[in-house]
Each structure stands twice: as structure tokens, then as C-alpha cells.
């Protein structure tokens, strides 16, 4: 059974920083190499949201919010996909989610907040 398990979140101060890290635990490595990962975030009362996708050939995308402040990548080999946020603002306060796109699968979430 394959399971994303997320972990990472925390409370931090604007303008501090987080690294979030997702694991496909059970994920077959030639599945998990081809596979678009990535990272959506929802707020309270809100939609939610993509915030960067990498795909099997480590090509990343991102919101337009988080460019030049997110970076996201992966490790083949630990099957583990990150997400490192830099000059957090309180905007970024969310649940965030790791998403697998061939296999159609959310993790639990981990929750980030961002204090002003």
C-alpha cells in the first residue's frame, strides 16, 4: 500500500524559514522516479491551492507567489520529495499536502504558520 507521509511543518516568524519533507512510502522506485510530485497548501475558508510541482525528469514549476522563495526537489533514491520555503510571510499559513500524480495520492498534511 502506498502512503505519502509529510512531515516538516511547524510554527515559524515571518521572514524564517521551513523545509518540508514527503516520503512515498511503499512507492515503487521506477514509479516514483517518473511520477509528477508536488506540494498544494490550503487555508482556512480556501481553495486549495498548488504551490510547486516537479516532475519525473526534475523539472519544477511553482505558484507565482513563491518563486524565488520556494524551492522544491526531490531524492530518487529515499523516494522523498521537499519543500524548502524561505522568507515565509503570514500568507503561507496553511496545511500543506504532498500529492502524487500517478498514483492520484494525497498525504495527511502538515500544517505551517507563519506568525507576523
Known amino acids: 500500500q502506498v502512503r505519502l507521509v509529510e512531515s516538516g511543518g511547524g510554527l515559524v516568524q515571518a521572514g524564517g524559514s521551513l523545509r518540508l519533507s514527503c516520503t512515498a512510502s511503499?512507492?515503487?522506485?521506477?514509479?516514483?522516479?517518473?511520477?509528477?510530485l508536488g506540494w498544494y497548501r490550503q487555508a482556512p475558508g480556501m481553495e486549495r491551492e498548488l504551490v510547486a510541482t516537479i516532475t519525473g525528469g526534475a523539472v519544477p514549476n511553482y505558484q507565482d507567489s513563491v518563486k524565488g522563495r520556494f524551492t522544491i526537489s526531490k531524492d530518487n533514491t529515499k523516494r522523498r520529495v521537499y519543500l524548502q520555503m524561505n522568507s515565509l510571510k503570514p500568507e503561507d499559513t496553511a496545511v500543506y499536502y504532498c500529492?502524487?500524480?500517478?498514483?492520484?495520492?494525497w498525504g495527511q498534511g502538515t500544517q505551517v504558520t507563519v506568525s507576523s
Open positions: 511503499g512507492m515503487i522506485l521506477s514509479v516514483f522516479n517518473s511520477d509528477t
Open positions: 500529492h502524487s500524480a500517478v498514483r492520484r495520492l
